[in-house]
């Protein structure tokens, strides 16, 4: 796992003037809008006795806790416990620990990290968000494994006739050949397109979509640190896009929340056809992904075998451990980070490897 990025924790529309908890790098959060609309993320817990403050309530725009009532600002502050005398002073200590949020393409993104706000990376641009006819699809799931699995499978050409021939793998020759491709490596992320020759009917209802006979697919696979794929299908004049947050909730559970983009059948009463296709395919590659050993990705590169349609996610290996080299592990920050300034965190658990 990996400090000082954006992180994607939950979809805008989920999140209201209600104190709803989050679960992600093994530790609460608590996110609630103020009567702004603003989104406030703290720690899921008081100071005080450690009760989660998510089962709390908001009262003018600050969140009580649900124990002995005490009240925090959005920065984190205490600025009323009841029990107290008016005159009594608050504790220096009786504060949460805070995060800055930013809402973006229908996520609420928490930056998690000890960076200066001039120094984060920015969050990856999504055009398709705001492109004219293209029809928006939101959904989650929940894979036991390590996030790093689940994000790998994202960028794997060469397992779609396998894994997925029950379903929109069909038209993919079981031995279809994918050579070397380029890849085009960035400060956060890397990206390659591969077309794939042809390609017949899928199976299922995307098999109305499809032109007859063989057509080639183009597909672009892409990612971006910490937890980010994108994928990008262009096939008989059609395009679908998914864009996937692998949320890591602890080393053996990835909660994993997209947005599908498609420019044909966009009617939202077709919604829950592609909601059910989609569920179906992440069903499958959930049942490889769960039985790999070990959880987490190994963090020595010879560790495993690489062959030459590996090279997206070789790029991933190499472009992650640049960074765990660089301090940005979450294990190794564990004692360096803070919340003085509202911006530096402090995990509350054990050390988080990975």
Known sequence: MLKNFWYACEFSKAVTNQ????????????LYR???????ALKDQCPHRGAAL???????????????????QADGRCVDIPSNAPETPIPPKARVETYPVQEKYGFVWMFYGDLPEAERPPIPPLPEYEEPGLHHLF????????????LENSLDYAHTRVVHANSFGKGFERDQTIGQYEINVEE???????VIKQHSRPKGFLKFFHHSGTTDVTSKISFYLPNINKMEGYFGGGKLVNFGIHIPIDETTTLIKRIQFRSFFTYSWADPVFQRSNLKISREDAVVAES???KAIP???TDEVHV???AISLAYRKLRQKYLKMGWGLESCESKLGNSNGNLVQPSSAALVN
């Not at 104190?19 to 608590?30: A, N, R, S, T």
């Not at 103020?34 to 406030?40: L, M, Y």
């Not at 956060?188 to 591969?194: D, E």
């Open 139 to 150: 959904y989650e799931y929940k894979v036991n494994t390590h996030y790093t699995r689940t």
């Open 308 to 310: 030459a349609c590996d």
């Open 34 to 40: 103020n009567s702004q609309g603003q989104v406030i």
């Open 292 to 294: 790999q050993y070990p």
């Open 188 to 194: 956060f992320g890397a990206s390659s397109t591969v």
């Open 19 to 30: 104190p709803k908890q989050i679960v992600m790098l093994k530790q609460k959060f608590v």
């Open 299 to 301: 963090d020595d590169l």
């Open 54 to 72: 998510s089962m709390g309530w908001i009262d003018n725009d600050c969140i009580r806790c649900p124990y002995h009532g005490w009240q925090f």
